[in-house]
């Protein structure tokens, strides 16, 4: 009895290649690759170096966002208002290097100003108990508004005395000639990574998904972690503005239009679950590149771009039909 | 001495007077069942005893000393741990993780500390192993029976060294077998010299399990004796107000 009790206990339910067949995050990537290989034999455009340096260059600014969204997801929250943050950050960091300030206080005002906004958020949701989707609505809106008050609707591309330095950040390639945003991409996605899996943060951030009632009996800090969750989501945004500035050495208030829906895509399409518990870092990423990849192709191949909302909301779609056809197995 | 004691014990909201002068003991190894209808005043007192709410008039005493709590982190650090009816636990976390939730063991030193899996996954399986139920730490819970549920909640009282354990309907909502894995749960822990409190509605398992039955009408204490000298027709009579008091 005392042997197999011990047996019973000690063993694993899954191996690890289980695990990872199982997961969606998995066949995502698994697509990307044969996409990627597939497009290298029907096009002699997708494999050549200038194209892989702009699609890896292209989807790190919604990989960046779609970690901190990912977070959020993760508790079974969303934040509509990123890509605005975005913009309003952008413009931020842009209007205060016009005035003549340095790089280093222009990207301090940015950030403030991200913290800031995902703060009142979170003090909005997990104080006050507004549903997500409404507080973030309206920062939608009100992100936006603000950026245009900031600049007065103009365009910025004048950056003041660090202006090159600024450019370079975003638009350089220090290192191996891997473009700038890619690296801090890559920075980023492991420092999630290793919060989620290794911190006891990370295991508020899925036990506040999985069951917040339960996590607030166990004594679980729910109403901290969510308010940190918010500013983490809107600190996403407002570095990859920073970057996505120093890329596109000019700032207009409609840059991240639009955006939320398509970093929601990723996270979603990467195995983030809308009703929370569950998401990856790695997955967050892959769901971005798989957006990305299916944009340039479409481009490559002589698609018409009107076809392109449909090529992505059908990978969407699909992504997610794994695994409903996944859990309906699991339950029969 | 006993482990707990309450004296004179009430507790008003505004005009309700949900619970009215009720004073027990708990010792150490000993299941008491505490029963009454719904509205009874039963999860009132729990409520006061998990630190959920301050009693209106009346002490708590601990092994003696006089117990005062305002947040329900405080039960726990006297020793008083609660499974919750709805057993409180995270569908999508392991069964290690749920027992250690809110106490995760971690390794490293100062900021830089890290979950401590293997030392958790260890310990987890310890206590399953001590509960004599299969549950296999690395499992998710939502792939778990309701008897290996309870058993992951209930492992949750063993971290530390509890006193005692209040037990909300931990037999409500399951089958009959895994009822009977509860049960054993319970003597598992009555064995271990932990006083536990179950609050049921299902006078077999009362029966059962418990040295001593509490039956609470309408905020007042009307019974307090051994299963013994007691039976489930008196029980049935005390809790509807077929007998007044005995």
Redesign the interface.
Known sequence: MAIT??R??????QSWVTSVLSSQTFWVLVAVILACLFLSVATDTFATPKNLYNITRNFTFVAIIALGMTLVIITGGIDLSVGSVLCLCSMVLAVVMNAGYSIEIGIAASVGTALLIGGFNGVMIAYLGFPPFVITLGMLSIARSLAMVASNNTVVFQFGPDHDMLLALGGGAWFFGIANPVIYMIVLALLTGFVL????FG?YV??I???E???T????PVRRIKVTVYMISALSAGVAGIIQTGWLGAVTTNIGAGMELQVIAAAVIGGANLAG??GTASGALIGAALIEVIRNSLGLLGINAFWQGTFIGGATVLAVLFDRIRSFRQSE | MAVLELANISKHFGAIQAVNDVSFTLQAGEVVGLMGDNGAGKSTIVKMIAGNYRPSHGTMRMNGAELVMHRPVEARQHGIEIVYQDLALCDNLSAAANVFLGRELRRGVGPLRILDYKSMYRRAGEIFKELKSETRPRDLVKQMSGGQRQAVAIARTMLSEAKIVLMDEPTAAISVRQVAEVLNLIRQLRDRGIAVVLISHRMPDVFDVADRVIVMRRGRKVADKAIAASSPEEVTGLITGAIEQV
Do not use: E, M
């Open positions: 009790l011990d019973a206990i000690g063993q694993r339910q899996r290794w911190t006891k295991r899925f036990a998904g999985g069951n009632h339960a996590a009996l166990t004594g679980v518990g569950l």
